[in-house]
């Protein structure tokens, strides 16, 4: 026979493996957010050094470094996700900018064409936050006007902004029908 004492211990061990299990998971987490703001402030550095022989020359000489930080911010939870790429959004946006001179309009289209596969791809989560979601649309809809106004592109981003609007009409669906579900 189990004695009490033992099923007592049985679930103490499991709880205490289960808060391990976490510890680990959110040291993981945290090691790759330290090494996605290394990545961050390493592509910050060399953009402000473009004009000297260690920064970046021009826009298709970031834009690889630039791209693996998005696809790496993208597989961090969706709160964590969402954060990141609305920063990294804007400061795409600032080196296009930076660049203007030295980026043909087929290169900003390809770069405005993976921001808005990010965007679409981050916008399916489960987990976003309503606030989250509106300050992206926003963010996304600054860009559409950017790409639009600026580079000619002026279907940049008609994606991530449906995805986002869309995603947030589901949302607010789900509100209302949950108090009707309450009563």
Request: with cysteine; aromatic share 10%.
């Amino acid at each position: 026979m189990v004695s009490s004492n033992d099923k007592q211990n049985s679930s103490f061990s499991l709880q205490q493996e289960k808060i391990q299990r976490q510890r680990e998971a959110d040291s993981r987490d945290q090691h790759n957010v330290d090494r996605l703001d290394d990545m961050t402030l390493q592509i910050l550095r060399k953009y402000r050094k473009r004009l000297e022989p260690s920064g970046y020359n021009s826009l298709p000489d970031l834009w690889p470094d630039l791209k693996d930080l998005m696809n790496l911010s993208i597989q961090l939870q969706p709160y964590q996700a969402i954060q990141r790429l609305l920063s990294l959004t804007n400061y795409f946006y600032e080196f296009c900018h930076g660049y203007r001179a030295d980026t043909e309009k087929d290169e900003y289209k390809e770069y405005f064409d993976h921001l808005e596969n990010m965007w679409v791809y981050l916008f399916r989560q489960e987990g976003l936050g309503m606030t989250d979601r509106i300050r992206a649309l926003n963010v996304l809809r600054d860009g559409h006007q950017l790409a639009a106004d600026e580079y000619g592109i002026p279907d940049a981003l008609n994606r991530a902004l449906e995805a986002g609007i869309i995603q947030e009409e589901q949302d607010e669906q789900q509100q209302d029908e949950q108090p009707e579900q309450q009563e």
